[in-house]
Each structure stands twice: as C-alpha cells, then as structure tokens.
C-alpha cells in the first residue's frame, strides 16, 4: 500500500545529519538532498561515515543531531511510511544461509506487503538471471550469485528510493557491468532514487549525476563527475578520489 505524501518532496532531504560515538564523530553535520530520479554517489575511504550515513537514512541508527525526511516523510516520525517504498542492498549482509533464494526473497515479499510475491520472485529471477537458483540454499551461493540475490531482495517492493552498498562487488567484469546497465534501466522506467555507495570509480562515473565526497565523517566536496573532474584537473575520479583522502586541495 503506498502512503500518501507531497510528490514535490525531494526522494532524500538530510539537514545536519550527525552521529556521535563517545568522542568519536563518525558523521558531522552532513546535509544534501538526492531529487526524485536521481542517483548520487556517496563517497570515501574506510571509516569516511558512509554506512553511518546510510544506516541513519534507513532509520536503523538515530542521529546524534540533525533530521532526514524521506519520500517527505520524518524519519524520527514516520519511518515506516518511508521504508515502505524504499530498499537496501549490500553484499556484505547475508540472508540466512539455510533458507532457499526463494525463501530469503518470499520473506522480505511478506514484511514489504507486496501482493503477487510468487509473481514479483519470478519477474525478478528473470531479470536477474536467477531463476535456475531459486530453490538452492542461499548458504551455497558463489559470491557473485549472493549480490544478485541481494540486488532481486532490494528491488522486491518496486522502491521509490534504493540505497546501494557496493552493490556490483564479487562479481566478474562481464556481469559487473550487466548490473549497471540493469540498474540504469530500472530508473530510467521507474523514477527510482538511487543513492551508491562504491569505491569502484568507473561505476560512479557512469551511473551518477551528482557525488558526495566524504572524509572523516564530513562532506568535503561535491558536483557532479564531469565539475568534480574539471575542479581537481583530473582526468578520472580515482584521481580526485586520492586528492581528497591525501588532502590536496582542487584547482
């Protein structure tokens, strides 16, 4: 069922998103706003706030100080009616190994409400290449085959907004870049936001309108690839990418 909400609000609007960890600030005051049909790139080294950042627009971390609306919606209020028509990826987290690939997606078809979940499982095993796989425990699937399956469980509730970690790693060049071209055509027919978080920079350049650069929790830069190339002249993001976290300035 989908909640009623302003169609003019922004897929994500984070104002002064903060968290602290005793002394540690893991991420200080960060503040953007990814338009509906948009998707940004989120970007850093280890211990840059990236999944702090994402686990806060998810609602599952509560900011030390600042607010994030999603779809409109309060995340501090009411999270539940965002989190209905958003979703998540990363292949670092694992569905439970005993359970079949169907089962894993039957269950998340379930907590999302979606009504034709046989439908939807088999659509998407389609699409993704995973049909032969559905009745084999998830526990015994090469590292490639666990990120589609984790790609089939982000996209099982058609989200209006989808948070992607990392989400073409362990696979190979050749199916790497299948999932990218997938992933531009589901929001080219959808409207999909998509945010991305990756280290893989060539992804970045091909799949985002915009970039946020953090460092130490902090946004330090942003723009889109071709401003953020033209600022630091350089000739690719990997380049740009080591001027931050080596702490050369643009220009």
Known sequence: ???AT???APAIA???LTKRYGEVLAVDSLSFILPRGATFGLLGGNGAGKSTTISMLLGLLIPSAGHVRVLGHDMARDRFAALARANFSSPYIALPHRLSVRENLKVY???????DAGGRIAELAGQLSLTELLDRPAGDLSAGQKTRVALAKSLINHPDVLLLDEPTASLDP????WVRSWLERYRAESGCAI?????NMAEVERLCDHVLMLKKGRLVDS???SELLERYG???LEEVFLDIARGRQAG
């Open 223 to 225: 723009g889109s690839p």
């Open 109 to 115: 078809a379930h907590l999302y409400g979606v009504a």
């Open 6 to 8: 302003d169609p003019a």
């Open 1 to 3: 069922m989908r909640h």
């Open 234 to 236: 350089r000739d690719d």
């Open 195 to 199: 945010l991305l978080a990756s280290h």
């Open 14 to 16: 984070a104002e002064g």
């Open 174 to 177: 050749d199916t790497a870049d």
